[in-house]
């Protein structure tokens, strides 16, 4: 049975301490390819908070529980051009990816427990560092407005 094509539409979850150091995942098909938790929805239907909510935790083994650990929808998306490598996971003729922002403060203690299938490995790092790391533009630019975001949730 062949695999379904996946849906051109996606989130991005920034995972991240109160002092802004950010939790950045080694993808296992890419080597040195750093990230933040990203992933597409299952079905058009499938809410973005529930999409953030499974990936946080396919990808990282975090819970998102509403109370101490909480996603924070950044009202943001990015439209960019789906690298070559991975279009074939898509439809024939389907070229872009529309990526939906989140967040998720947690305590620097929390365990992370990777996929294997997806990541290999991990590392914290202060934001501008972790930035310069991540393979994906739209990523590193999320990683930047970290601090103007964290202050506008604050408020």
């Known amino acids: ?29 890419k080597q040195d390819y750093w990230q933040s938790v990203t992933g597409s929805l299952d079905a058009v239907d499938e809410p973005l908070l529930a999409t953030a909510a499974r990936e946080l935790f396919e990808e990282t083994g975090i819970v998102a529980d509403g109370e101490r650990i909480v996603l924070r929808d950044w009202q ?23 990526e939906h922002v989140f967040s998720v403060e947690v305590p ?17 790092l202060p934001y501008l560092a972790a930035a310069d ?4 533009p739209s990523n590193a630019e999320a990683v930047l407005q970290l601090p103007r975001m964290i202050q506008n949730f604050n408020k």
Request: net charge neutral.
């Open 1 to 29: 049975m062949n695999k379904p094509y996946k849906i051109p539409e996606s989130v991005l979850v920034v995972i991240h301490t109160a002092d802004l150091q950010v939790l950045l995942i080694e993808r296992a098909d």
């Open 76 to 98: 943001l998306s990015n439209i960019y051009e789906i690298y070559p490598v991975w279009r074939h996971r898509y439809a024939p003729g389907v070229t872009q990816n529309t």
């Open 108 to 124: 620097r203690d929390i365990g992370i427990t990777l996929s294997p299938r997806e990541h290999v490995n991990h590392v914290w």
């Open 133 to 136: 790391q991540c393979f994906s």
